[in-house]
C-alpha cells in the first residue's frame, strides 16, 4: 500500500463528503471513524485515507488533542500530506476548532504556512474577496446561517480565522488565482516570508481548487472543504477511478435522519409525499422516560419490507428550539444520538442492509452503535453523498452518511429504490 495523502475530517459525514472527493479524483479511499490506535487497520491498497473525528464543536483542546493523534496516526500509515477537512460553511466556535486544530497540525510538522479554502462549488459554496457565498448570498445572509450549535452570522473568513489563531491571516484574491498555479505558489511565499501562516484563497470554479491544489501539493498541511480535496488528488497522478464496491443484494432499506437542516427537512417531506413508510420520534418523551425506541421498532416490523422506511428526529427551527429550550441544546442533542443510534443497532439485527444516515453527529452516534470503524468509498448518489462499504457481523452493510445540508430533495427516494431494485 502506498498512502499518498491522509486526511483528518470534523466529522463524520465531512469524512464522508472529502472521502468521496478524493475517489473522484481517481484515489482508492478508506474512511476510518474516531479516533484510531494501534489495532485499525485499513483496506489494501489504499491512496488516501480519512479519518473521520467529532472534533467540529467540542472542546478546543479536545479537538486539538485527538487530531494530532490522527496526524500521528497517518504518518505511521506513510502519509506525507494532512488535508485537515472542515465544513464548507466554515462553521465552528468563535475561539475554534478551525485555527487551533490547523495550527496543531502545523506545530507537529514543522511547517510555517498553509492553505484554507472552503469553497464547494457544487454545492453553491464559492469564496470571493475572502467572503463565504452560498450561491448567490453570503453566508450570514444564507439559511446556512443557522446551524443548531455554531451559527454562522459572519462571512469574512480572514475575521472569523483571525479570532482563532494568533498568527497572521492573509488573502490569496481571484485574479491571482486566476492567473494559475505559478502566481499562486509566487503569493504563497510571498506570504509565508512575511510571516503570513494562514492563507485563504478564493475560489468560484472546480478549475479554481485544481489550481490550488496543484499549487499547494507540496504543503505538509492543507486546510480547507471537501473541493480543495478534490483539487489537490487530480494533482496526484492515479490510473483513473477505482472501482466500486457492489451494493448487498439482500436485506431491507431504511433511512435514519438526525439533521434538522433545511435539506434534510425537504429529504423527509418528500420521502412521505411519496408515500413511504416515515415515523416521526418524540424526544421530548424519550427524555421523560417513554419507550419510544420499542415503539419506533414495533411501527418498523408492521411496515411492508419491500418498501424503505424513514424514522427522524429531525425537526423544524421552530420545533427544535421548543425541545432546546425543555431540555437543553447538549441534552437535546445527545437525546436524538442515543435514540438513532440504538435504532441502528436494532434495525441492522432485523435485516436492514442498505442504511442512510442523515446528519453529522447522526452518523457519528450510528457508526459508534454499529461498531464500524472503518470503509470502502464507492460511488456517490449526489455530490458528497456516496455509498460506503463495511462488513458486519450479520454480513455486508451499504451505509450511507449524508451531511444535512447535502443531497437532491429526491435523495432518500431515489437512492434507496435503486438498491433496493439492484438487491431483486
Not at 472542515?86 to 510555517?112: E, K, M, Q, R, W
Request: charged share 20%.
Amino acid at each position: 500500500m502506498t498512502l499518498r495523502i491522509g486526511c483528518i475530517a470534523d466529522d463524520f459525514t465531512g469524512g464522508t463528503d472529502v472521502a468521496a472527493a478524493f475517489r473522484r479524483a481517481g484515489l482508492r479511499t478508506a474512511l476510518v471513524f474516531g479516533t484510531p490506535d494501534d489495532t485499525t487497520a485499513l483496506p489494501v491498497d489504499c491512496d488516501a485515507a480519512v479519518v473521520a473525528l467529532k472534533s467540529r464543536s467540542t472542546p478546543a483542546d479536545e479537538a486539538v488533542a485527538d487530531s494530532r493523534a490522527a496526524q500521528r496516526w497517518l504518518w505511521t500509515k506513510g502519509a506525507a500530506q494532512i488535508y485537515f477537512k472542515y465544513c464548507s460553511t466554515f462553521d465552528s466556535t468563535p475561539h475554534g476548532n478551525i485555527g487551533p486544530v490547523t495550527d496543531a497540525l502545523l506545530d507537529d510538522a514543522g511547517a510555517t504556512v498553509t492553505l484554507h479554502c472552503p469553497a464547494s462549488p457544487p454545492n453553491g459554496r464559492t469564496v470571493y474577496q475572502g467572503h463565504l457565498f452560498v450561491h448567490d448570498q453570503l453566508l450570514s445572509d444564507s439559511p446556512l446561517r443557522h446551524h443548531p450549535l455554531n451559527p454562522m452570522t459572519d462571512s469574512a473568513l480572514i475575521r472569523l480565522l483571525s479570532a482563532q489563531t494568533p498568527h497572521r491571516v492573509a488573502l490569496i484574491d481571484w485574479t491571482t488565482v486566476r492567473r494559475g498555479v505559478d502566481a499562486v505558489r509566487d503569493a504563497l511565499t510571498a506570504h509565508q516570508q512575511a510571516g503570513v501562516r494562514h492563507v485563504v484563497a478564493d475560489a468560484l470554479t472546480d478549475d479554481d481548487l485544481a489550481v490550488l491544489g496543484a499549487a499547494a501539493l507540496e504543503l505538509p498541511v492543507i486546510a480547507g472543504a471537501a473541493g480543495l480535496a478534490e483539487g489537490i488528488g487530480h494533482a496526484y497522478p492515479t490510473q483513473g477511478p477505482a472501482p466500486a464496491e457492489p451494493l448487498p443484494r439482500e436485506g431491507r432499506a431504511a433511512v435514519l435522519a438526525g439533521s434538522c437542516s433545511a435539506r434534510t427537512l425537504e429529504q423527509i417531506a418528500h420521502f412521505y409525499a411519496a408515500g413511504l413508510p416515515s415515523l416521526h420520534l418524540d424526544v421530548l418523551a424519550a427524555a421523560a422516560g417513554r419507550d419510544v425506541t420499542g415503539e419506533a421498532l414495533t411501527w418498523y416490523d408492521a411496515q411492508d419490507p419491500d418498501l424503505p422506511v424513514l424514522i427522524y428526529a429531525s425537526a423544524s427551527p421552530e420545533e427544535l428550539a421548543a425541545v432546546q429550550a425543555q431540555l437543553g441544546v447538549a441534552e437535546a442533542a445527545a437525546q436524538v444520538e442515543e435514540l438513532l443510534g440504538g435504532l441502528a443497532a436494532r434495525l441492522t439485527d432485523r435485516g436492514v442492509r442498505r442504511l442512510l444516515v442523515a446528519g453529522g453527529e447522526t452518523s457519528g452516534a450510528v457508526t459508534t452503535a454499529l461498531g464500524v470503524r472503518a470503509v470502502l468509498v464507492g460511488d456517490e448518489a449526489d455530490p458528497g453523498v456516496p455509498w460506503t462499504h463495511t462488513g458486519t457481523r450479520h454480513g455486508d452493510l451499504a451505509l450511507m452518511l449524508k451531511s444535512g445540508n447535502f443531497g437532491a430533495p429526491d435523495l432518500f427516494t431515489r437512492a434507496l429504490a435503486t438498491t433496493t431494485e439492484g438487491a431483486e
